[in-house]
């Protein structure tokens, strides 16, 4: 069981590695243009179907766009949709999570408030008003997301600097005459991270999904840019007779997504033993 | 006569406890109207069972939890007035658990070296050589400077525990049972060399434990609490010798011999525990007494003193 886990791990690891790769080199792996439309060449299949043709691995769209292309330009997108808003939701939901764990009384009830408030808001909805509202660009999907998945982090955040506030080497520095913000920094911080990155990965295969959903109700990522979530929405109406236009992004956005709460998973046996320390 | 290191006066701390949403929040009585002085040099022992309030008490002289009532003075300064590095020069803990109280991510040195970098100031060589010449003086090599705390046994994470409260040369040491959470074999260990640092840099002990032999080893003035109260506090040496109040003679019967045919002491105390949210009225300690008459749970004993020794009972007198 150690061992599938193990594995798990770096199978995940090497999924997000891989696309991480992938997205940062993007204009190297592929020879043609994600934008470049060819209607005379259009609904290619891929290489190893009939009628595939070998400057086309992946075959074309139903615009004549290279299909590797773009769904290695739509690896960019989706990592970078994951990673900031993790980064931002995480900065947000770690600073009310240590506040109120840290602090405890009134500021713990208003921050417990405005976490239960949070909880309450549907996510789709509302992400799908205000992107309706403000109009669909990358910075707002980022945005709108960030601000919305932050509660897992505030929760988990505010649970364990509690249980780390009243340990006896958080009553020493404080007897050492350290600071308040020392304490919460230097003490705290470096010991809660473990169950922090954990949720780090669930929320980035969250927010990935969620722009992959929002991109294919068309709310998301404006076309023409190569996301994910945009190539199975603009391939739907041919999947009956050419199902790779879906198949394709689909499977990359599953793989993705699969590997990253393997990487998760992983990560939490791995800190849970202590290996790492 | 010289100001105490450390003075309490009349110092209580109650908590409120919620039981559920709706249900009335119970006081808790912690600590109650305990008034002690340590002086310089000297070791005070605390003494009682779980639950009494002694780490309540070294809570609030640490400055860790603020009383409800009364306050504290260490070396003739009021310890809220104290800022917090004046306070770290002042007095230190050494905590229970040397597993939880080093940080688990931060090497020997940088644990040790935290007071020093907490007061500013300092270089980093100065630092490091400071680090280097108290670990030594623990008894730990210095090439373990670099290990994290899991790399180390419990009687060493408490030595290093121990350098890091003594790097400041602070003047008190609160040690809040030190020794319980170690082996055996190592108890003795930590015990003699707390006792040598104690003569080599002439410290103060605030000494917290509920066991009496090792109290008895150290300390040269006792005070016995319960249920938040100093109940009996006299020299070491008369308090083993000579015990007043009826607790004190039961803790000092319930200490294990080894000789296994005596079986376990009887000590005449029962099996009901004492409730700091419900405390007795009239002497606090009748529930438990054996030799409590009518009186004890009407009238609360008053406290008589006759220096050095104290003691709270209606059927004592102070030694």
Known sequence: ?277 | MTTPLIEVRDVGRQFRVRAGLLAQPKRVVAVDGVSLQLKAGEVLGVVGESGCGKSTLAKIILGLLEPTAGEVLIDGKHLASLDRKERARLIQPVFQDPFSSLNPRRRVRDVISLPLVAQGGMSSPEVNRRVDEMLERVGLDPSMADRLPAHLSGGQRQRVAIARALVLRPRIVVCDEPTSALDVSVQAQILNLLAELRRELGLAYLFISHNLAVVEHVASEVAVMYLGRIVEQNQAASLFRDPRHPYTKALLASVLTPEPDLGLPETGLGDAMPDPANVPPGCRFHPRCPVAIERCSRDVPATQRKEPSLVECHLAVPA
């Not at chain 1, 090497?14 to 696309?19: A, L, R, S």
């Open chain 1, 1 to 277: 069981m150690r061992g599938w886990r193990s594995a798990g791990l770096w199978v995940g690891a090497f999924i997000v590695g891989f696309t991480l790769l992938v997205a940062i080199f993007a204009p190297m792996l592929s020879a043609h243009d994600p934008f470049a439309q060819e209607l005379s060449r259009r609904l290619i299949p891929p290489i190893w179907m009939e009628g595939g043709k070998p400057e086309h691995w992946l075959g074309t769209d139903q615009l004549g766009r290279d299909y590797l292309a773009r769904l290695v330009y739509g690896a960019r997108i989706s990592m970078l949709i994951g990673i900031m808003t993790v980064v931002t939701s995480g900065l947000i939901g770690i600073s009310l999570g240590v506040a109120g764990g840290f602090f405890g009384g009134r500021i713990d009830d208003v921050i417990l408030f405005i976490i239960t408030a949070r909880l309450s808001i549907p996510l789709i909805l509302v992400a799908l008003a205000v992107v309706s509202l403000v109009g669909s660009s990358l910075t707002v999907v980022v945005a709108t997301l960030g601000l919305l998945l932050w509660e897992r982090f505030a929760v988990v955040a505010r649970v364990a600097t509690m249980q780390v506030r009243n340990l006896d080497y958080v009553a020493a520095a404080w007897s050492a005459g350290c600071s308040q913000p020392y304490i919460v920094m230097r003490e705290i911080l470096p010991n809660i991270l473990s169950p922090l990155a954990v949720v780090a990965t669930l929320e980035m295969a969250l927010a990935i999904l969620l722009e992959a959903a929002l991109s294919f109700l068309g709310l998301g990522v404006p076309p023409p840019l190569p996301s994910w979530g945009l190539m199975i929405a603009e391939g739907k109406d041919y999947m009956f007779f050419s199902a790779w236009v879906i198949m394709v992004p689909g499977l990359s956005l599953f793989a993705l997504v699969f590997g990253i709460n393997l990487l998760g998973d992983g990560l939490r046996d791995l800190l849970k033993t202590g290996r790492v320390a």
